[in-house]
């Protein structure tokens, strides 16, 4: 995390890299286990900005330079601990505004923090606060208008100050890899995946320059959708960013992959390079990742956990 300085061309900046909880597990932490849960006990022992253990929901931020000097900020989804991640690297990371928000699905880890979107609305030349545009399936957008009623055009009267409300320019895109949509200058590709056998959930594919597939939330791909992300397809992947929640399978039903899962998911896929999101408290950064170098090196794909305010340059 040396980076400090405004990074001059795109990148991406993982905001959260945890599961729906957050880490520390507060169960961890009120019913300690004997012996104590390790990654949970030891969350707490640095600072969460020098602790890769401490993990907030996973959301990612793309700082995309459009032209010249012109960034734009396009944030993927905004969960339970969207104000801490925005105190804390926002702050660090100087990310002065967000542009459009995209959202993968309608769970709480997703879309919670919406409610604070205030604070990040970007400002006109009068230093106005203007809608901010919210991309997401019907569905999910139903959904999010049901749980913040404010956050629908349709609850503003004339007579309001539209500065002292949050206002939100939804743009209704399709679960269908075929039907790209533009955010804030940046191309996206929706990616239907499954996340529960009853629920589809989206990832984003984006990138001219170098490909990017964001999927945060996936227990299944769709042939279709894996298709259009491997390296079958000819253009092979140059950063594959995926669910990994839990480190064994549970005998649940599960709602996510599981470590050995991903795994398999990133031999197919073969992307360039891949990081892994999501993590619940079975993974302890830096062994998980000091067992990912062997794998990498056994099966020619760097793969490494993520953390939380880990910036990646990238052209996009
Ligand atoms: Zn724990
Ligand atoms: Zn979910």
């Not at 999101?277 to 793969?303: A, T």
């Amino acid at each position: 995390m040396e980076r400090t300085a405004k990074a001059d061309g795109s990148s991406l900046i993982f905001l959260g890299t945890g599961c729906s909880t957050g880490l520390p597990s507060p169960r961890c932490l009120i019913h300690p286990s004997d012996p104590p849960c390790p990654v949970c006990s030891y969350s707490l022992k640095l600072p969460p900005q020098h602790n890769p253990n401490y993990r907030c929901n996973t959301s990612l931020l793309i700082d995309y330079l459009v032209a010249n000097d012109e960034h734009k900020y396009i944030l993927i989804d905004a969960g339970k601990t969207f104000r801490e991640q925005v105190l804390r690297w926002f702050t660090f990371h100087k990310i002065p505004r967000l542009d459009s928000i995209l959202l993968t699905h309608d769970h709480a880890d997703a879309v919670l923090g919406l409610s604070d979107l205030h604070c990040v609305r970007p400002l006109d030349s009068n230093g106005d606060v203007n809608p901010i545009s919210v991309y997401a399936t019907q569905e999910c957008c139903d959904s999010v208008v049901l749980k913040f009623p404010h956050l629908s055009k349709k609850v503003h009267k004339h007579h309001e100050d539209i500065g002292q409300v949050t206002q939100v320019d939804w743009r209704i895109i399709q679960n269908d890899c075929h039907k790209p949509f533009i955010a804030s200058g940046l191309q996206v590709c929706p990616l239907p995946v499954m996340h529960g056998e009853d629920y589809v959930a989206l990832g984003f594919l984006f990138g001219d320059k170098c490909k990017v597939a964001y999927v945060s939330d996936v227990s299944r791909f769709p042939s279709t959708t894996e298709y259009i992300i491997s390296k079958e397809t000819g253009e092979q992947l140059d950063l594959l960013i995926l669910d990994t929640n839990c480190i064994y399978l549970n005998g649940q039903k599960n709602t996510h992959f599981c470590f050995p899962e991903t795994l398999d998911a990133v031999r197919r896929i073969c992307p360039k390079r891949a990081l892994l999101i999501g993590m619940n408290h079975g993974y302890d950064h830096h062994k998980i990742n000091k067992d990912l170098l062997e794998w990498s090196e056994r099966e020619g794909i760097p793969v490494q956990l993520a953390h939380d305010g880990l910036r990646v340059p990238i052209e996009l």
